[in-house]
Every structure is written in C-alpha cells, then in structure tokens.
C-alpha cells in the first residue's frame, strides 16, 4: 500500500497543502484551496482516489479555530493527523530538511 504525507499550511482564508508520496520521497501535488467545507471536501475525495485513509499522514500547525473545518472531516474518515504548535520545529538556519524514516 503506497503512504503518502500530507503537509498544510493553514490560514483563515485558505491552505496550502503539499502531498508527498513515502517511497519516492517526491512531492506529488502542491496546491491552495480556499478554506471551507466545500473545498476540504472537494481534496479529501481527490485524495482518497489514490488511497484510503490509513494511507495519508496529515500534518499541520495548530492555528486555533482556522483548522476546525479540516480536523472535523479528517475525524468524520478516519485519517491520521497531528498538530504543532508554532515554534515547535524551528527551521530558520538550516540548509535543509531531511524526512526521517
């Protein structure tokens, strides 16, 4: 079964979201949505045509009520995800990101 990350980068208007598949470690969508039911739901169905939701990984950072939308029908499927705080993972200075396995 192929496993695919799922990063978003959340906003009150719209996420940013990027779809890494595991094995190749190739970013295999990047795109922006416009933050409400209709579009969450709209890439929820895209995604499950590639896979089912034990599949996906979601992972993005707790930006208070602007994430509600998204956790309520990840929740509904089934879908694993987890949130972080900002701060969490500083970034600022590396050269690079290396996914760890």
Known sequence: MKRFYVGIDISKDWLDVAVLETDSKKIISEK??????????????????????????????????YGLELMAFGSKISFIFGSSSPGDYPLSGYKEVRMIE
Not at 44 to 54: E, R, S, V, Y
Request: net charge positive; hydrophobic share 30%; charged share 25%.
């Open 32 to 65: 922006r949505i416009d933050n409400n039911q209709k579009h969450i739901f709209k890439l929820i169905n895209q995604l499950l045509k590639k896979g089912n939701a034990d599949s996906y990984w979601f992972c993005f950072e707790h930006t208070g009520n």
